[in-house]
Nanobody, 123 residues
């Protein structure tokens, strides 16, 4: 059973910084990509940043230059470093991973999600 657990959310003043961490555990064959999404009250969930197995990254236009996604070498953890935070960054942030799991003769690919962590940017 694959599990994703986020940590690092909280309350921060505008202009401040936070780092979110997502830890992956369980049995799987390969992680294809990991990403952070966020959902603000009354809004749709949106992609914030993604990093692929090959190390490619992409970001939402609203966070480019302020947020950085990274992963460790064995793919057990991914971080989202958030600088120059704005009130509009307030949301629940979710970690997700596209993972290949199963047995060598019965592999399957699916997206796994964490439980979410609240980020509030307010003075």
């Amino acid at each position: 059973q694959v599990q994703l657990v986020e940590s690092g959310g909280g309350l921060v003043q505008p202009g401040g910084s936070l780092r979110l961490t997502c830890a992956v555990s369980g049995n799987y064959f390969r992680i294809n990509s990991m990403a952070w999404y966020r959902q603000a009250p009354g809004k749709q969930r949106e992609l914030v940043a993604r990093v692929t197995n090959g190390g490619n990254t992409n970001y939402a236009d609203s966070v480019k230059g302020r947020f950085t996604i990274s992963r460790d070498n064995d793919w057990s953890m991914t971080d989202l470093k958030m600088n120059s935070l704005k009130p509009e960054d307030t949301a629940v942030y979710y970690c997700t991973a596209n993972i290949v799991a199963g047995t060598p003769i019965d592999l399957y690919e699916r997206d796994y999600w964490g439980q979410g962590t609240q980020v509030t940017v307010s003075s």
